[in-house]
Every structure is written in C-alpha cells, then in structure tokens.
C-alpha cells in the first residue's frame, strides 16, 4: 500500500531536474543556464521524463543509445527534418510545438522541443536541438 501512495505522489510531484540529475553537473555552463531557464522547473509530470532525458544529454559528454553506433559526422539535418514534418502532421504536436514557439527563452524553447521530439521517439530531431542548446549555452 505505501508503494502505491509512494507512486500516485510522484505522478503528481512538479518536475525538479535539480533533484532527479546527478550534482555531478552543477558547474557545467549549460547545465547552470538550463536550471535558470524558470519554465524547466514548471513541468506537468507527464513531460517529465523526456525533460529529464534531455537534460542528462544535454549536459553529458557520453554518447547516448542508438547514437552510439553513428559515425562522427553528427546529426542527420535531413532525418531530423523528415522526423519533425511528421510530428508536426499530427494536430496536437503541432499545437503545443505552437505552444512552445510563443516561450520567451530560447534555450527553454529548444529544450521543450528537445524533450518533445525525445517523447515522440524523433530522435534525430532531438539531437539536432540539443546541439542548437549548446550553442545557445556557449558549450561544444
């Protein structure tokens, strides 16, 4: 019964990366601007886990998943646009990438469509926004 409680709780905690990502980033310019980036912190639960995802990303040198097994060339710009027309072809990922277009920071614009795309499974679409939030952050 208590895993139950503890489990309903979490589905309605807000969202805190600062707590659920390792301290180990902390001094990590991007890192710093992302947890300055006031609307990160305001996410519903349900969004959650991808912010969560691309934030460790984001904010890691590691090479993550499938991205593995790519060559050093970097992201495909082609896939990623091919994976973007798509979302973008279902009415409510256009309406809130709508949504997300009207937020003033661009770095939480770019991370919100990051975790989109990442929740979407629209990978390539993903890493090409996070490369966008480096840039945007001042890091390689």
Not at 118 to 132: F, P
């Amino acid at each position: 019964m208590s895993s139950t409680l503890h489990a309903a709780s979490d589905a309605t905690a807000p969202c805190d990366p600062a707590r659920q990502i390792s301290v180990t980033h902390e001094g990590q310019p991007l890192w710093k601007a992302l947890l300055e980036s006031v609307g990160i912190k305001a996410l519903q639960p349900d969004k959650c886990r991808s912010m969560i995802a691309v934030l460790k990303m984001a904010t890691s040198a590691r090479v993550h998943g499938g991205s593995q097994l790519k060559t050093s060339t970097g992201v495909d710009a082609a896939q990623a646009a091919q994976e973007e027309s798509q979302l973008r072809a279902d009415a409510a990922v256009a309406a809130e990438l709508a949504s997300i277009s009207a937020l003033p920071d661009p770095l939480e614009r770019t991370m919100r469509e990051a975790a989109l795309f990442h929740g979407k499974g629209a990978y390539s679409a993903r890493d090409l926004r996070l490369v966008k939030a480096r840039e945007l952050a001042g890091t390689p």
